[in-house]
């Protein structure tokens, strides 16, 4: 699945960002949708995931309580809207369809499509 996010920006700490992310040739709500993100020189990481009917989502630790991600398939579109931004939140953030079934396992497997990265930048 083709997706695609928007969003990124720099801002200061303390800040908000909300990023998007279409899918703009089939229904988003055929999958799960998932944010990731990668700092420089460090690993990909999982940040947040919802299920297809946006009824339950999952965080990483590092941003429980900041971030919340949404879904509205009607516009087949996921969002993290992203709050009390810190420097360490200073990533390429990517947007990715899962397929996996059980909603324990949303962000860990069976990425069927992934967006172009939108850098985030968060100053001190």
């Known amino acids: 699945v083709q997706l695609q996010a928007s969003g990124g920006g720099l801002v200061q700490a303390g800040g908000s960002l909300r990023l998007s992310c279409t899918a703009p040739?089939?229904?988003?709500?055929?999958?799960?949708g998932d944010w990731f993100r990668q700092a420089p020189g460090k690993d990909r990481e999982f940040v947040a995931g919802?299920?297809?009917?946006?009824?339950?989502?999952v965080y990483a630790d590092s941003v429980k309580g900041r971030f919340t991600i949404s879904r509205d398939n009607t516009k087949s579109t996921v969002y993290l809207q992203m709050n009390s931004l810190k420097p360490e939140d200073t990533a390429v953030y990517y947007c990715a369809a899962d397929s996996v079934i059980n909603s324990d396992r949303i962000g860990k497997g069976d990425i069927e499509g992934w967006g172009k990265g939108t850098q985030v930048t968060v100053s001190s």
């Open positions: 919802i299920n297809r009917s946006g009824t339950y989502t």
């Open positions: 040739e089939r229904s988003f709500d055929l999958w799960n």
